[in-house]
């Protein structure tokens, strides 16, 4: 038998915790963190107003096709 819980935030940050318990009474843990450094950088839509995004993705692509 196996599970795995996974959590979001904000900014690309995640977390993962798994665990898994087998035969022979075989049990197993595991955490992953992570953080998404494109959503943390250039796709970033939270906190604008105390850390603006000098280089937003969709200001980009505007910018490009309007030259």
């Not at 038998?1 to 798994?18: D, E």
């Not at 049990?27 to 950088?41: M, P």
């Not at 107003?49 to 969709?58: E, G, I, K, R, S």
């Amino acid at each position: 038998m196996a599970g795995a819980l996974t959590l979001g935030a904000p900014l690309g940050i995640s977390l993962s915790l798994q665990g898994s318990y087998g035969t022979d009474d075989a049990v197993s843990f595991g955490a992953i963190a992570g953080i998404d450094l494109l959503r943390l950088t250039v796709y970033r839509q939270a906190l604008l107003p105390v850390w603006p995004n000098p280089f937003p993705a969709q200001q980009r692509g505007r910018d490009v096709a309007s030259r």
